[in-house]
């Protein structure tokens, strides 16, 4: 008999029917205030060699429907490699996922998932590098450790101070899996990158802002409704306590550069949004950005710069956003760094599509960047 679940770490889905398994209807579970949902993650029992039909009924009801356009959803038999289906259309509202597993036991997901699991792990295996210094910012709204790294090497006086962060918005799952390469990379000590920049800068690296979301699969919001990367301006312990947290330390630690690793569902590039709308912005910080890209475009080509988010005006900035608080507040080189849910439209994998492979590579590429400017900043 085909079974469907979700109730284990950043599961997502609700069942409406599933009694035939050429018809079954589902519906992707809103967030915790209700203003956001898209992300979905599932297990299917029982249906190896069954031809499947899952329609995802309130598909038109998501936060970005245009993300469905030429999207491809992913499953995996072993939660480790992640392939996407061939049969993934939106139409009449509905998402169809299409598929006969070889197996009694598949996983169906919006993207590749990077869970709680899994980022314990990445934690404890960099507290076991020379390197990195642990410290517990707080907890979340939920009880959970908000989780800090330091990483760096020999005499730390004088030397910039370099932020990192992903997943305020957990559904972004490709953000972790760029922050595990970014850190295997930083940790590596036979990589010269990483040494160049250890003596230059320490590193602030949060791999994961928004824990409660990520493990109750939701798309963007904490446990207390809040979308984090709207918190920035007036975050306080009641509602957003991860982002007052990290705010409060980046202000005990000062800050040089800043990148908060984000996840996009329409657009199939990778591509950085700045902080161009900040009033005030010094043109240095404009400069470092441009120059900062270009040297991304060379580390790693899966990086673009044609396309992207509208440019805001002068003073037209969302300061509520990370990135355009940290540049106001600091005048500091401050980005977002946008992926994919899709695939890259510049270099398209049939297979996997946008992957957490690429999405690590990516993440060194965002060092070898930095090294390219870290004297600038």
């Known amino acids: 008999m085909v079974h469907i679940s979700a109730n284990f770490d950043a599961g997502n889905i609700e069942v409406v029917d599933a009694t035939d398994p050429r018809d079954i209807q589902l519906k992707i579970r809103k967030d915790a205030g209700g203003d956001h949902m898209q992300w979905f993650f599932f297990r299917v029992t029982g249906a190896a060699g069954t031809s499947v039909r899952m329609r995802i009924v309130n598909a038109d009801e998501v936060s970005f429907p245009e993300g469905w356009t030429n999207y491809r959803a992913c499953y995996s038999y072993d939660r480790e490699t992640w392939q996407r289906l061939e049969t993934t259309t939106f139409e009449d509202g509905i998402l169809q996922l299409a598929h006969e597993p070889l197996l009694n036991s598949v996983y169906y997901a919006y993207f590749a998932p990077y ?55 957990p559904g ?78 980046m202000q005990d630690t000062g800050l040089d550069f800043a990148l908060d690793v984000h996840g996009d569902e329409a657009l199939p590039y990778n591509f950085i949004a700045g902080s161009e709308g900040v009033e005030g912005l010094s043109e240095k910080v404009a400069a470092l950005q441009a120059k900062y890209e270009a040297e991304l475009v060379a580390a790693n080509p899966d990086f673009q710069t044609k396309h992207g988010y509208p440019v805001p005006g002068p003073g037209q900035a969302n300061m509520t956003m990370a990135t355009n608080w940290i540049a106001g507040h600091f005048d500091k080189l401050s980005m977002t760094l946008e992926q994919p849910f899709k695939d890259n439209a510049d270099a398209p994998d049939e297979d996997e599509g946008w992957s957490p492979e690429r999405c690590r590579k990516l993440g060194e590429g965002v060092l070898a960047a930095l090294y390219r400017v870290i004297d600038e900043l």
């Open 115 to 169: 869970s709680m699991e899994r980022h314990h792990d990445l934690v404890a295996s960099c507290c076991e590098s020379p390197r990195v210094e642990y410290e517990r910012l707080g907890a979340s709204v939920d009880g959970q450790d908000m989780d800090l790294l330091r990483v760096s090497e020999g005499e730390t006086a004088g030397k910039k101070q370099c932020w990192i962060f992903a997943r305020q918005h």
């Open 172 to 249: 972004e799952s490709m953000a972790e899996w760029l922050m595990e390469g970014l850190l295997a990379r930083l940790l590596d000590p036979d990589d010269p990158v990483a040494r160049e920049l250890l003596a230059k800068a320490v590193f602030w690296i949060v791999p994961n802002m928004n824990p409660d979301g990520s493990r109750r699969g939701h798309l963007r919001n904490n446990a207390a409704g809040a979308n984090l990367n709207r918190e920035w301006l007036e975050p306080t312990m009641a509602r957003s306590p991860e982002v007052f947290l990290v705010r409060r330390k």
